[in-house]
């Protein structure tokens, strides 16, 4: 029987148990030349993310959390290095602005584990796959002739690619945060968690801020500066820790697994697994322990695994290229 190349491909990953390998154009490499073509290369700095502020916490498991797994995530409090940001590689961008927010922590775990969480303000990404991802950034970049974006390049891409319309559409009815802290985040993709029977779970993850989801109007966004939620996160936290609870989100049978535009409806299984505490934040005009590391979606405790996400794939490595460029 002849197979085709795709067939091959998916035998090998389940063969060698790797994520399949990016196909096509869509290295991690082309990825992160397309970001630089879209925001500028900015040395030092991280190519999409550019902007963020150091932080540091603990991260706090619950009861309900370590009888659901035995995963060394779930057994006991550990420090936590966190960092906020805004999702582009501008530098520059304003904190009023309707993009995305992020938050990475690196959870260091008792016994010398570690666990990082990459995540974004939004429950979705904003395209399927790599391939559809790298065209968007194509489109978005300046052409050569004018030194400008075309608009019309980027929406009739859209138009063509749907999965790329889902995560703007869904900021456009999100509030603009009026702080890092009443900000929720999602991990997006679907990963595998075993429990203590040893049965493997697909699973979602989402954090939810303790002090409630809480935008700026246009009158309250006319009185910040750009530059306003590093400083407001410093003072909320030298009152007291912002702090999220984590959740974890069973799937039931046809929700989707690995495509990080389509969301699972709202009544799903959930169990509260810990709370994230964010207890300091770096000094304006300080760098701080985030800057020089790099987050990796895919740098799990044991008991955890990803899952075949195309997205989540590319992540880990076109991530592995920014910090090689940011630190040359
Ligand atoms: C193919 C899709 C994606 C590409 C190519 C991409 C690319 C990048 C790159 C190059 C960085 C800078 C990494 C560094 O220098 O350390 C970054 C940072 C980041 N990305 Fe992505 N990303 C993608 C998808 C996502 C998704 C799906 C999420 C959330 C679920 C996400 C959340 C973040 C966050 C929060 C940061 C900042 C990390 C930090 O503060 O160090 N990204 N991304």
New binding site residues.
């Given amino acids: 029987m002849r197979r085709s190349p795709a067939a091959i491909l998916l035998a090998a990953s389940l063969l060698f148990g790797a994520p399949a390998a990016p196909a096509g154009e869509a290295t991690p490499e082309a990825?992160?030349d397309a970001?630089n073509a879209v925001f500028g290369k900015h040395k030092g700095l991280?190519?999409?993310?550019a902007k963020?502020v150091c932080a540091a916490g603990r991260w706090l498991p619950t009861a309900a959390g370590r009888e659901l797994a035995p995963t060394p995530l779930f057994a006991g409090e550990a420090p936590v290095v966190a960092?906020f940001?805004l999702?582009g590689g501008n530098p520059q961008v304003s904190d009023k602005s309707r993009t995305p927010r992020?938050?990475?922590f690196r959870v260091q775990l008792a016994g010398g584990g570690e666990h990082d969480f990459?995540?974004?303000s939004a429950p979705v990404?904003q395209?399927k796959d790599?391939e559809t991802?790298l065209g968007l950034l194509r489109a978005r970049a300046p052409d050569p002739a004018t030194g400008k974006p075309d608009p019309e390049k980027a929406k009739a891409f859209m138009d063509a690619h749907p999965d790329t319309k889902v995560l703007p559409a869904w900021m456009a009815k999100a509030p603009i945060t009026a702080s890092y802290a009443t900000t929720p985040y999602?991990?997006?993709?679907t990963f595998f968690l075993t429990d203590a029977r040893g049965e493997r779970h697909a699973i979602r993850w989402s954090f939810v801020p303790e002090a409630g989801v809480v935008g700026l109007s246009e009158a309250e966004l006319a009185q910040q500066s750009d530059d306003f939620l590093a400083d407001e996160l410093r003072r909320r936290v030298a009152q007291g820790p912002a702090a999220w609870r984590v959740r974890v989100h069973f799937a039931e049978p046809g929700d989707s697994l690995d495509d990080?535009t389509a969301t699972w409806p709202e009544k799903r299984r959930t169990v509260e697994v810990a709370r994230l505490e964010i207890r300091e934040v770096a000094p304006a005009g300080e760098k701080g322990a985030?800057d020089p590391?790099?987050?990796a979606?895919d740098n799990l405790a044991e008991g955890l695994a990803p899952s075949a996400d195309p997205?989540?794939a590319?992540?880990t490595a076109?991530?592995a290229?920014?910090?090689a460029r940011?630190t040359e």
């Avoid at 991280?46 to 993310?49: L, V």
């Avoid at 999602?186 to 993709?189: F, G, Q, V």
């Fill in positions: 990825l992160v970001l991280r190519a999409s993310h963020g960092r940001s999702a992020g938050l990475a990459v995540l974004l990404f395209a790599p991802f999602w991990a997006i993709h990080p985030c590391l790099m987050f979606p997205i989540l590319v992540r076109a991530y290229v920014s910090l940011r």
